[in-house]
Nanobody, 122 residues
Framework: QVQLVESGGGLVQAGGSLRLSCAASGRTFSSYAAGWFRQAPGKEREFVAHITWGGARTNYADSVKGRFTISRDNAKNTVYLQMNSLKPEDTAVYYC???????????????WGQGTQVTVSS
């Protein structure tokens, strides 16, 4: 069993930066892929970024490519999402997720966090 707790969300002006953290419990976390997803009001949850268990491979949604960076520190059981050049359209609840790569990359991770709100003002 893996539990995920996100932190680092908040209110930021357009063009600013935030770093989200996802702290995981459970000894198996380092063997799982991880991802960040987001859900804006009135919209479906969407993929933001994925990372393999060892961090060697990452994927990004086109809308965040070049602005967001996903990383992980397995010694700390933590996954990060560095978000730069934020835009108002990045406003959403951001969720951390974990599971086998095949499930994380098909939006069916085994574990979800509770989410953290990111609001970008114009």
């Amino acid at each position: 069993q893996v539990q995920l707790v996100e932190s680092g969300g908040g209110l930021v002006q357009a063009g600013g930066s935030l770093r989200l953290s996802c702290a995981a419990s459970g000894r198996t976390f380092s063997s799982y892929a991880a991802g960040w997803f987001r859900q804006a009001p009135g919209k479906e949850r969407e993929f933001v970024a994925h990372i393999t268990w060892g961090g060697a491979r990452t994927n990004y949604a086109d809308s965040v490519k070049g602005r967001f960076t996903i990383s992980r520190d397995n010694a700390k059981n933590t996954v990060y999402l560095q978000m730069n050049s934020l835009k108002p359209e990045d406003t959403a609840v951001y969720y951390c997720a974990a599971g086998p790569w095949s499930r994380v990359t098909t939006n069916r991770p085994d574990y979800w966090g509770q989410g953290t709100q990111v609001t970008v003002s114009s």
